[in-house]
């Protein structure tokens, strides 16, 4: 009896046993992103795609969301930038993408039109989705995200160019902001950066 009893010990306790070890090993992951010290909810925006006028962060929630500050007519960073993000997209496995966005959000309002942003993603890949609003709009989401930006080398009207924070954030399925990437990051160790993403998509 007292072997029965402590064989139904064991049975029962070993799945919560390795419960326990896998939360633990989760939660042991140091991330090649530089982590928040307290993970806070991502600010929310509703901005205009190519496709969806009313484009709302929310509506992505289930996904880990890469978001990007930059503009169409952006001469070395931005490019370089979706490079990277195309780099670590294509690493994942299909099951992957299809819970993972990429968003390009300008800060060139004046100039980058939805339809603009929508041809200009593409071209690094057919998944990312470009994102733009009103100055007053683009001034807020930027605030929210500690993003800044303004015009420099002002020629005319509609030439100039845009100086502008060039981190990448990365949102958890759950909405957190969790993770924030500084510039040439992204370019040191993709890999790593797929990493990230797997061990926040495991956590949701």
Not at 13 to 33: H, M, S, W
Not at 40 to 65: C, H, I, M, Q, W
Not at 127 to 154: C, M, N, R, W
């Amino acid at each position: 009896m007292t072997r029965r009893i402590a064989g139904l010990v064991l049975f029962i306790g070993l799945p919560i046993l390795l419960a326990v070890l896998a939360y633990t090993r989760l939660n042991r992951y140091q991330p090649y992103g530089t982590a928040l010290l307290t993970p806070r909810p991502a600010a929310e925006f509703t901005l205009a795609s190519a496709s969806n006028p009313s484009y709302r962060l929310s509506d992505l929630r289930g996904k880990a969301v890469f978001i990007f500050f930059g503009f169409v007519n952006c001469p070395d960073v931005c490019p370089t930038t979706l490079q990277d993000l195309k780099r670590v997209y294509t690493r994942l496995t299909p099951e992957e993408q299809a819970r993972v966005q990429v968003l390009f959000i300008s800060v060139d309002p004046e100039r980058d039109t939805p339809e603009a942003l929508g041809r200009y993603v593409q071209f690094f890949d057919p998944h990312f989705v470009g994102l733009s609003g009103t100055p007053e709009a683009t001034a807020q989401v930027a605030k929210d995200y500690g993003v800044f930006y303004q015009k420099s080398q002002i020629k005319s009207a509609q030439q100039y160019n845009v100086d502008h924070t060039a981190s990448v954030f990365l949102i958890d399925p759950k909405g957190q902001l969790r993770l924030i990437y500084g510039q040439g990051k992204l370019q040191q160790d993709p890999d790593k950066v797929v990493q990230d993403v797997r061990w926040l998509l495991k956590g949701s």
